[in-house]
């Protein structure tokens, strides 16, 4: 079974700017979870899409935002990028197992903002 | 309370020793506590889980030790090897994952 897609791997874009980034999941996984990960703050939820509702957010501002498709795939949006969103993005797809949601994370997107 | 506090930050050992990582929350309505490995340039890969009414887990040489009065877990690596070396991560999750603040693991031959 293939595992979690992210697309593109590295990108590089200047302030101001606006980013989409997007994350296939595994097959049959229904739920796609976002996190930023940097050396100062660690791994931090972002949001998570369920059925094409977002279910859960975290603690980011209202530049951040994601939807999900039919197929489940998802595509997180930062607009107004700050030199403060470089970071690596991950996506991660849940499955229900022994009564909790085991996530499986994609590789992530470098992101770079100058 | 939504911390999850993780120790040491950076951890040495030698070829065939225990690692041993621990990690405490406040939270006790978590009920799900994975732990990640991650190396360089990839994604946290799932290593094992344990859910609060479950005390000991062990897959492989992985083993979770769970403390459920203390508010604490800990992962050991039993017989650690050079390719154990990588970034751990344990998290809690109620409905989202909260990550502790990962212990860069070196094992040296």
């Known amino acids: 079974k293939a595992g979690v897609t992210q697309t593109p791997r590295y990108l590089i874009k200047t302030r101001g700017q606006q980013v989409t980034l997007s994350c296939s999941p595994i097959?049959?996984?229904?739920?796609v979870s976002w996190y930023q990960q940097t050396p100062g703050q660690g791994l931090q939820f972002l949001f998570e899409y369920f059925s094409e509702t977002q279910r859960n957010k975290g603690n980011f501002p209202g530049r951040f935002s994601g939807r999900q498709f039919s197929n489940s795939r998802s595509e997180m949006n930062v607009s107004t990028l700050e030199l403060g969103d470089s970071a690596l993005y991950l996506c991660?797809?849940?499955?229900?197992?022994?009564?909790?949601?085991?996530?499986?994370f994609g590789p992530g997107t470098r992101l770079t903002v100058t | 309370q939504q911390q999850v506090k993780q120790s040491p930050q950076s951890l040495i050992v030698q070829k065939g020793g225990i690692s041993i990582i621990n990690c405490a929350y406040e939270?006790?309505?978590?009920?799900?506590f994975p732990w990640y490995q991650q190396f360089p340039g990839k994604g946290p890969a799932l290593l094992i889980a344990?859910?609060?009414?479950?005390s000991e887990k062990k897959e492989g040489r992985f083993t979770i030790s769970f403390n459920k009065s203390a508010k604490q877990f800990s992962l050991h690596i039993m017989d650690s090897q050079p390719g154990d070396s990588a970034t751990y991560f344990c998290?809690?999750?109620?409905?989202?994952?909260?990550f502790g603040t990962g212990t860069r693991l070196q094992v040296f031959p």
């Open positions: 991660a797809s849940s499955r229900l197992a022994g009564g909790s949601y085991e996530q499986y």
């Open positions: 097959s049959g996984h229904r739920s």
């Open positions: 939270n006790t309505a978590f009920d799900y």
């Open positions: 344990i859910r609060p009414d479950v």
């Open positions: 998290a809690a999750s109620t409905d989202k994952l909260i």
